[in-house]
């Protein structure tokens, strides 16, 4: 972060007051968790499940020399310089805006039912080649955590590349209209808050609020065969339009995929001889890679710049991550995130890999939450991809996975190739070792809030001890 001036602080967030003794103070990052406050940082004390404000001291201890306060002057600390606002969250998306405008890079805005995080990932990773960059990490994708990663941005940052998350109406406006993008991207229109928003319908008009901070001279990059997003487009947008897919249809679009376990080779429209490589399965993932490519194009960079940075970007953790597993198997790690649309491409692509002659393939599957009162039929979907020629063994986990259980013994499965396991999975890590052999493909996808993210530790072997 660049250092800035309390007074410069106090004058951006519209301060109520301020300890004007120190307003020549320099401030070097900001953080809302007092165990990550550093020498000559802010902390921004919000108001939540507790109240940050409990927490000042241990800030002090850190090394914090400012902070916002919204409680009475007289009950806050004399040892640092204290800036009185009205609402600390608010003032961190004030100085956000401010800190946006004193650096003035190019931001790219990302949002989406699924693929964004692998989206912003190779984003970033492409227009590396070329610029200094600076993205979202983690799930820091909100109304804390956006205007937390502008505030962290490097003073030499060219390109900012922000992950866009939502779970309502409202929300992805308010973030685009905080970060004010001049490229934004829409990686695809699935189920994810469904519960919330109702329809598909609405989560298209729910994405497409990304438009409303867009640059006048900006670009949308938007996946051309979903007609959702071309029935509510915003009739008074001026931003370029950019389709990208799988068909020739499309402005920006893949073909001659050749896939394997740990990589899919595609060449493009953008330079047709030119073959380009990633590092992770999937023709879904190709998709993503066209957001990144329709990106970098649009910034002036060339296929051939950007080719090795996109053949070697690092994934965030926990999505499609290959691993060692239990008894020489290979797990497929992607037990952070899901929805139908998302669950139903992971288990097709595995579908469709290579395997040994004596290996199998098997399915891990846990809730998808946030489906509201069609989950059922939600969960039933996925009986579609499955067949008994690519899929030999299958565990269900979680109450929601019971349509699925359901569907795939309607489907002509039965209880001795597919289990279902509510909520015990201890249970279930024993019976999934019990069946594993070398050279097995193993996917286990859900919901974070599954907990299947433990059973992927108890699995890999360096986490079993188990012969």
Same mark, same amino acid.
């Given at each position: ?17 301020? *300890? ?28 939540? $499940?507790?109240?940050?404000? $409990? ?44 800190? +946006? ?19 912003? #990932? ?8 070329? !610029? ?44 685009? $209209? ?67 897919? +799988? ?29 380009? #490589?990633?590092?992770? *399965? ?16 649009? +910034? ?12 070697? !970007? ?42 040994? #002659? ?8 846990? #809730?998808?939450?946030? +489906? ?42 039965? *209880? ?52």
């Amino acid at each position: 972060m660049k250092p800035l001036q309390i007074n410069e602080i106090v004058k951006a967030v519209e301060a109520i007051d301020y *300890t004007s003794d120190q307003r020549l103070m320099t401030v070097e990052s900001v953080s809302f968790d007092s165990r990550e406050s550093k020498p000559n940082s802010l902390f921004v004390p919000l108001q939540g $499940q507790t109240d940050g404000h $409990q927490y000042i001291d241990k800030a002090i201890a850190n090394g914090a020399t400012a902070a916002f306060w919204s409680l009475p002057m007289a009950q806050a600390p004399k040892d640092i310089a204290i800036i009185q606002v009205e609402d600390t969250l608010v003032a961190m998306q004030k100085l956000a805006q401010y800190y +946006l405008e004193v650096i003035q890079p190019k931001v790219i805005g990302i949002t989406g039912s699924a693929g964004k995080t692998t989206t912003k #990932d190779m984003t970033a990773a492409v227009l590396s080649a070329n !610029f200094n960059v600076h993205k979202t990490e983690g799930n820091y994708n909100n109304e804390i955590g956006l205007p937390y990663t502008i505030l962290a941005m490097p003073e030499n940052t060219e390109i900012l590349v922000l992950e866009m998350g939502m779970s309502g109406p409202g929300e992805i406006r308010f973030l685009s $209209q905080l970060a004010k993008p001049d490229i934004a991207i829409i990686t695809m229109i699935g189920e994810s808050h469904i519960e919330y928003l109702g329809s598909r319908k609405n989560i298209a008009k729910a994405k497409l609020e990304i438009c409303d901070g867009l640059a006048p001279d900006g670009t949308l990059i938007y996946p051309g065969n979903e007609p959702l997003l071309t029935q509510f487009m915003p009739k008074d947008l001026s931003a370029r339009q950019l389709t990208v897919g +799988l068909s020739e249809e499309q402005n920006v679009y893949a073909v001659d995929m050749d896939l394997d376990q740990q990589h899919v080779r595609f060449t493009t429209n953008l330079s047709p001889t030119f073959e380009m #490589d990633i590092p992770v *399965t999937g023709a879904y993932n190709v998709q993503n890679a066209l957001y990144a490519l329709a990106t970098a194009y649009t +910034l002036g960079l060339s296929i051939e710049q950007v080719h090795d940075k996109l053949a070697h !970007f690092q994934l965030t953790a926990n999505r499609m991550e290959w691993l060692p597993g239990y008894n020489e198997s290979q797990l497929l790690n992607d037990a952070y995130n899901a929805n139908p649309s998302a669950m139903r491409a992971v288990v097709d692509n595995l579908a469709q890999l290579p395997i040994e #002659d004596h290996a199998k393939r098997v399915l891990v599957l846990g #809730d998808m939450l946030e +489906l509201g009162p069609n989950s059922p039929q939600w969960h039933a979907s996925i009986a579609e991809v499955i067949s008994s020629d690519a899929y030999q063994t299958i565990f269900l986990y979680g109450k929601e996975m019971k349509a699925l259980y359901e569907a795939l013994l309607a489907k002509g499965f039965d *209880t001795t190739n597919v289990q279902h396991f509510v909520d015990d999975r201890e249970a279930l890590i024993k019976a999934v070792k019990s069946v594993l052999a070398p050279d097995d493909l193993v996917l286990i996808k859900a919901s974070n809030g599954t907990g299947l993210l433990e059973v992927v530790e108890a699995l890999k072997v360096q986490a079993s001890s188990e012969e």
